[in-house]
Nanobody, 124 residues
Framework: QVQLVESGGGLVQAGGSLRLSCAAS????????MGWFRQAPGKEREFVAR????????DYADSVKGRFTISRDNAKNMVSLQMNSLKPEDTAVYYC?????????????????WGQGTQVTVSS
C-alpha cells in the first residue's frame, strides 16, 4: 500500500512554469513505476507522463513532450513534474499515480494508487 500527496499547483500565466511534487508513503517507493495524469472539466482523465523504477526511462504524452519533465528521488520518496511553457489547455487537476505493474501504461486503469490531485490553472 502506498499513499500519495500532491502539491505545487496554482495559477500561472501562459508561458510560465510550475513544479508539481508528489510525496509517497511507505518504504517500498522505489519498486513502483510512477505517473502523472490530468483531468480537465468535462473531460476524461488523460496520461501526462510516467517514469520507471530507476528513473532512467520516461514516457510523455505528445501534448507535453519537450515542455514537461518527470523525475523521481527514490531516497526521498518523491516524484516531480516540471512544467514549462504552460498553455491554457494545460489547465486541469493533476494526479500522481503509482502502479504495482512492471511499468504501467498510458491508460489510467492500469494504475493502482492515486493522490487527491492538485489544481493547475493557466491563464491566457
Amino acid at each position: 500500500q502506498v499513499q500519495l500527496v500532491e502539491s505545487g499547483g496554482g495559477l500561472v500565466q501562459a508561458g510560465g512554469s510550475l513544479r508539481l511534487s508528489c510525496a509517497a508513503s511507505g518504504r517500498t517507493f522505489s519498486v513502483y513505476p510512477m505517473g502523472w495524469f490530468r483531468q480537465a472539466p468535462g473531460k476524461e482523465r488523460e496520461f501526462v507522463a510516467r517514469i520507471m523504477r530507476s528513473g532512467t526511462l520516461t514516457d510523455y504524452a505528445d501534448s507535453v513532450k519537450g515542455r514537461f519533465t518527470i523525475s523521481r528521488d527514490n531516497a526521498k520518496n518523491m516524484v516531480s513534474l516540471q512544467m514549462n511553457s504552460l498553455k491554457p489547455e494545460d489547465t486541469a487537476v493533476y494526479y500522481c499515480a503509482a502502479t504495482r505493474g512492471p511499468e504501467g501504461s498510458r491508460g489510467s486503469r492500469t494504475w493502482d494508487y492515486w493522490g487527491q490531485g492538485t489544481q493547475v490553472t493557466v491563464s491566457s
